[in-house]
């Protein structure tokens, strides 16, 4: 075969990024915007030793998993890959890619994975935009999305799974732009002043903040700007992000209010919280409530427990399990979400957290050490795509905690992970997918692991306990 040679091919099967696979003779092909069961004409784009890229021509047999992706640009828009899939089939691939990577890497041999919960209207989940600003060919203001492994601008204002007032604000931004001669910053000159507008809307407080990420300390007009967002429903904030440096990063270090507070609040489930621009905070927030209850619920709290969060970003997970435990720990690297996490879990009330700022595979070692007899009931961890560092895989066995409840966005190393686990005599009891990113290929998964003895060891103290408490009735 050769570059540009085209060849008609059924997919067979679909790569974890979302790519169909297909054959010219035994010769495997990467098809993006391709499903499972199309039959369909490619042409070659690229030529590996074992394997080659394609691009789909045309479609000469349809899928019955395939449905006309209403977003326009969503083929070139490196943000969704698989808006071409019937919801139910994003679904099952991502229940099948979990399943199928608890097999190969895990080497679990028929892993019971629970169907993948989805949204009940998977658009418009996203509660955040970075919408970056350049200009197109004629120096006209443009403001859009990067095409797939790129930085060139393609405008779509109005992003289908994220809020629809973020297409409101960028059109008025641009107006302002206009109006006032503010320039769109240029990558290769390093002029201009608007790099990205940020913005975030709290779903449950209809509360909006808007951030103008720029290459400088000052914007002219901002009054002007303020007039018009307050056009807007629930605008609450407009900031200002100084970034001027080169290079890829978004946002900046300094960022100041310009109007109203800087901040906008949200719920998951009922913890508050405060979001700065800079904050961390889930994108898509329904989803993560049905995420964090199901984390909740594998924990198994009393509300005698103590438990380590690790990887816990700004405390979600830590205040979400806070309010049914004894007490709970949260360790996290990065010191700007562990003083969200104090901030936040003072704004709840909650005073049975304490978070450390550091490596999970420093702190918790450290921790142990000090506090060997301390009994740890549950570990929960989230960690990064990487997974677990292996010192914490030793240290959370040795703590022999009866519950984990492991929280995962990359099912890979979660089932790296798991087998280490098991091997440490842990049970994976449940596994549930949860579809935090529709039309994306990503997915997020749960696991419960219980420690069988400890688990056994659990009930009979707490039988002696309930005796102890009779005899002590009894006795009054
Ligand atoms: N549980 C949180 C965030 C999970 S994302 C939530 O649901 O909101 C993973 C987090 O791990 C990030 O906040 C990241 O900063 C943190 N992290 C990355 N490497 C780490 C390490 N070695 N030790 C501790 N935290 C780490």
Known sequence: MEKNELFITEITDMTAEGEGIGKAGAFPFFIKDTCIGDTALCRVTKLKKNYGYARLEELKETSPYRTEAPCRISRSCGGCQIQQMTYQAQLDFKTEKVRQNLMRIGGFEAPEVLKCLGMEEPFRYRNKAQIPFGTDKEGKIIAGFYARRTH????????????PEAGDIVR????????????????????????????????RTGEIMVCLIANGEKIPAADSLVDSLKTIDGFTTLCLNTNTKRGNTILGSKTVPLYGPGVIKDYIGDVLFEISANSFFQVNPEQTQVLYQTALEYAGLCGNETVFDLYCGIGTISLFLAGKAKHVYGVEIVPQAIEDAKRNAALNGLCNVDFYTGKAEEILPAWYKEHPEEKIDVIVMDPPRKGCDPEVLKTVTAMAPGRIVYVSCDSATLARDLKILREEGYQLEKVQPVDMFPMTVGVETVCALSKLSEAKHHISVQVDMDELDLTAAESK
């Open 172 to 203: 008025l931004v641009k107006e302002w732009m206009k109006d006032h001669k503010v320039r769109p910053y240029d990558e290769a000159s390093g002029r201009g002043l608007i790099r990205h507008v940020l913005i975030r809307k709290g779903f």
């Open 152 to 163: 060139s601008i393609i405008p779509q204002e109005n992003c289908l799974i994220t809020f």
